[in-house]
């Protein structure tokens, strides 16, 4: 759901810009917790090598990959979250052309600040509240990062659409973002929940940690920091190569969006 350039007019690309680096700015006043910082980088290194990896989504012809918004703010906490996410999409601007310098803000705004810092705490920290299980884990899980891309995605159609440089038909374009996304949201939701979960059983004292619970005393944690390095080694030299070379629900929204024009 990376935008590129050639959605996005300078005025809403300089405005988007400015609100996320406010929000980055105040992200980095309230992240002051050094114990978090080996976690924020060994997660920002797993959701980099994860977003590499695109699955087709079968009937569609179109493919999705984890975002990993919910999945950083559930692990590390909403603020912290928002930094790695900011660092991952600023690398992927700037050294691999995934999404242009001029959509950076509006990138950061739809992958990192709507999942880091609305839908996590509004949504997330509410289902799991004080007692923290599997069974809540899943549900919050799944309902954030469907919220989180659905929240996002519109955040893509407003975007593109204010900008007026695309001429994509607005209601076309936002039922193929919200639908496709649906289908992402609802599997990356599964693929999170399993991870969390994963991990509430290993250290349930990281999670407790990200949520900022008294009960949490530590948080470094050797072997889940171990267990996510092997991920990114995985993933980003070996499952990387099987990506699917179907385009994304955005490249596939669009594509459609302009098909309807056509005819």
Partial sequence: MHMSDALISPAVGITMCAVSAAAIAYSAKKSVNEKKIPMMGVMGAFVFAAQMIDVAIPGTGSSGHITG???LAAMIGAFPALLSMSAVLIIQCLFFGDGGLLALGCNIFNL?????????PLVFEPIVNKDVNPGKITLASIFAVVAGLQLGAFGVVLQTHISGVAELPFSAFAALMQSIHLIIG????????????FVYKMRPEIMEFALDRDTAKSYLSKGVIAAFTVSVLLGGFVLSQFSSENPDGLEWSIENASESIEK
């Fill in 186 to 197: 609802i599997a990356e939701g599964i693929v999170t929940a399993a991870i969390l979960c």
């Fill in 69 to 71: 918004g919910i999945l």
């Fill in 112 to 120: 990192g600040v709507v999942p880091c810092l609305i839908v996590y």
